[in-house]
């Protein structure tokens, strides 16, 4: 079964959705936004799935926002940002059953924020992470507001502002996942943790991640919504944007 770009396997009381676009890394096209949507909506329904594994087709987890259409402009960035982005990324802390993230391999921007919107993540060892949005002149949205009670305020601010990647073992050892495991072994592993709190009784693991996440309560998206597109009116945010989809680098001028 597919949504979208989003395909849902289900299987005793787990439902496996996989971000299904190769061919872009599974950026966080509309297709994927929509399947993501579609298939929580109907796990959400069915009374037989106590946990979903969210993860890649291909080489990556997710390769962060698709740009490629985007106007850039900040009423389009707030709308973009507002309607269609931070609403899909941050699915898993809204979801009221937990979402194990298996992270098979490339998980850049946007693909970190989902995967840390989710409430466990287990990584392969091929697996790479970065936030490369300061690359092109802007921040990310929800990994602003969210990185810091992973990994620390140092580490976080280290990740946005070098947009460098960091590999699965380096992300384990700041608490950014919760276990590296061989890439043949990721599902197996996902799977495994996914039985151990399957058999545990639903209502109280679902009011265990709603006392987790009690303190979200979604103020801080607004800031990120009101602040980005500030950066949208500087001379490099718009050079960064247009050299990214031109392929080029970009000629930064400090303004």
Known sequence: MKFGQVSYEKKEGIVILTLDNEAQLNALSPGIRQGLFQSLEKVDKDDEVAVVILTGAGKAFCAGADI?????????MKRFLKK??????GIGEKFT??????????????????AISCDMIIASDKARFGLPEVK?????????????????RA?????????????????????????????DKLMEEAEA?????LVNPRLAV???????????GGEEIAYVVDA????????????????FIEKRKPEFKGR
């Open 193 to 197: 943790l996914a039985k151990k709190i």
């Open 206 to 216: 679902q009011f265990a991640k709603a006392a987790v996440n009690r303190e979200l």
């Open 68 to 76: 490629t259409g985007l106007k850039v402009d900040a009423v389009s």
């Open 84 to 89: 269609e982005l931070l609403d899909a990324i």
């Open 155 to 183: 580490k976080a601010k280290e990740l946005i502002m070098t947009g460098e990647n960091i590999s699965a073992e380096e992300a384990l050892r700041i608490n950014l996942v919760n276990k590296v495991v061989p890439h």
């Open 228 to 243: 980005m597109p500030y950066l949208l009116s500087t001379e490099d945010a718009r050079e960064g944007i247009s050299a």
């Open 136 to 152: 092109i002149g802007l921040l990310p949205g929800f990994a602003i507001i969210r990185l810091h009670q992973l990994v620390g």
């Open 97 to 114: 059953k937990p979402i194990i993230a298996a992270v098979n391999g490339l998980c850049l921007g946007g693909g970190v924020e989902l």
